[in-house]
């Protein structure tokens, strides 16, 4: 006799069943959490990506900008083309 299916397990005990959401591209993400466009050219400051930008110039002025404002922080502007950091000069 087989003693585990004799035994009646209460409703309460057994494993409830959770409904995961399936993983698809086209999942809509809540607000405030959708996936940031990032441009060639991005904004590091501390080497933490800050924003990007589509051109040269445009980076360059934003990071002159902080590195003035705080010239302890190192500030760099990283090609995502070429994979090439530069660091900006006060």
């Known amino acids: ?3 585990r299916s004799s035994r009646k397990v209460p ?7 959770i409904n995961t959401p ?3 591209d086209d999942v809509l993400l809540p607000m405030g959490q959708k996936k940031p466009q990032l441009h060639r ?10 924003s990007s930008y589509e051109t040269l ?3 360059e002025t934003a990071g002159k900008a902080i ?10 502007i990283y090609d995502a083309e070429k994979s090439q950091q530069t660091l900006v000069a006060a």
């Open 1 to 3: 006799m087989n003693i």
């Open 11 to 17: 409703e309460a005990a057994r494993m409830a069943k």
């Open 22 to 24: 399936k993983k698809e």
């Open 41 to 50: 050219y991005w904004l590091q400051v501390d080497r933490q990506t800050k």
């Open 57 to 59: 110039q445009e980076a």
């Open 67 to 76: 590195k003035a404002a705080h010239p302890n922080l190192q500030v760099s």
